[in-house]
């Protein structure tokens, strides 16, 4: 069995086919999806950067690794694992959101337990991106007609693991949809010593899968308190189908608007409550984009002329 290569400026193979009548216990165990057809690759070395990968040959494909996980790839311009999840087991999904080469490649990782999908991922999303065209990395966000959502406990990632996905990729920016973080993890994303550029979002699949801090958000706002130059920018949502969610306790939101200094832009998308509609407005930043109904907002439009720094934007739908 020849080995095929994924890139075409490197002689050596990255991953070699997995005969079906070769495969190990291990990989047999993985319940498919009868849909689901794509042969099962096997990594003859492990990339170190994205660039390793020939996407335009291989728009969808299987990779099976030594922890015993797989991880499923496909551009966006097939639309198949949009229709069906390959495998039953344990998911994370993630979207890889290119600028230059691709718009987007979709991804599941697939394994028996949460502590090897979190291996598995802190490999793959901390793999270098030497062209630049991966602009940002978007976890637990990828639509799916079923409504079928990942089941991975983000908390699984060490915060050795976390530090290394930003460590590696400081420009990239980072959007998490669903999953909760633990206090360690809040403070290894509030002490990077570089900007970063982080969305915090509610889910489309329902209002228990959105993002959550487990504390409520408290170890992120003490980290950033201790701060001593910019965040950079955030942006958190709190709008999920005419519903707010909070992924601060009620506490912490009047914390998060006023942090003096610490971001760049502030980003704000949704009503938080009608006691708290015009809280955003106070905070100390550079910029506010601040998204919500017209039909909520009763605030006075005089203020708006107090706001010169400031970027509004209201959906008046």
């Known amino acids: 069995m020849e080995p095929e290569t994924m890139n075409d400026d490197d002689s050596s193979p990255l991953f070699e086919l997995i005969p079906p009548d070769e495969m190990s216990p291990e990989q047999r165990a993985f319940r498919r999806n009868p849909e689901s057809n794509l042969p099962l690759y096997r990594l003859l070395r492990e990339p170190t950067d994205l660039n390793e990968f020939d996407w335009e040959k291989d728009d969808s494909i299987l990779i099976w690794r030594d922890n015993q996980t797989i991880l499923c790839l496909s ?16 998911s994370a999904s993630f979207i890889f959101h290119g600028g230059n080469k691709h718009l987007f490649l979709l991804g599941w990782i697939y394994g028996k337990s949460d502590a090897a999908i979190a291996g598995m991922a802190a490999f793959f999303w901390s793999l270098k991106q030497s062209g630049g065209y991966i602009v940002s990395l978007r976890i637990g966000t990828v639509k799916d007609p079923h409504r079928e959502c990942d089941n991975f406990d983000l908390c699984a990632l060490e915060p050795d693991q976390l530090s290394h996905i930003l460590d590696a990729n400081p420009t990239r920016n980072y959007y998490v949809e669903s999953g909760a973080l633990s206090a ?22 329902g209002r228990d899968n959105c993002f959550r801090f487990s504390d409520g958000g408290t170890a992120f706002l003490d980290a950033l308190e201790k701060r001593e130059f910019c965040f950079g920018q955030f942006a958190t949502e709190f709008q999920m189908e005419k519903e707010s ?8 939101i009047n914390r998060l608007f006023t942090l003096t200094n610490m971001f760049e832009k502030l980003v704000v998308e949704g009503l938080l409550d009608e006691e708290n509609v015009m809280l955003p407005f106070s905070a100390p930043v550079n910029a506010l984009s601040y998204h919500i109904h017209a039909k909520t907002f009763n605030g006075p439009t005089s203020i708006l002329s107090t706001l010169w720094r400031k970027i509004l934007t209201f959906d008046s739908t």
């Open 75 to 90: 551009i966006a311009m097939n639309m198949v694992h949009y229709r069906c999840r390959p495998f039953q087991e344990k």
């Open 184 to 205: 360690e993890q809040s403070v290894i994303l509030a002490s990077r010593p570089y900007p970063l550029h982080l969305t915090l979002g509610a889910s489309r699949l």
């Open 245 to 252: 969610v909070l992924p601060f306790s009620r506490a912490n």
